[in-house]
């Protein structure tokens, strides 16, 4: 599993750090919204439920998940 996400539609609404604090984190930013940074971008595969519901929850639909 690989995760990517698309900065330019991310507002920070922490969803995914709801859902996978230990893959996910919010950051401030200086000039707009919060953005989501990934800690793991490969996870292990005991994270890939919960990165699987953030993707799923996420309010703006911007993470991608890969299947390796």
């Not at 995914?16 to 950051?27: D, H, R």
């Not at 890939?48 to 890969?66: D, F, G, R, S, W």
Request: some cysteine.
């Amino acid at each position: 599993m690989k995760i990517k996400i698309d900065l330019a539609l991310c507002q920070g609404h922490s969803v995914c750090l709801g859902e996978a604090p230990e893959v996910f984190a919010v950051i401030d930013q200086d000039d707009g919204y919060p953005q989501v940074r990934v800690l793991l971008e490969n996870p292990p595969r005991e994270l890939h439920e919960k990165v699987m519901k953030a993707a799923k929850y996420c309010p703006n639909n911007v993470i991608t998940v890969l299947e390796d």
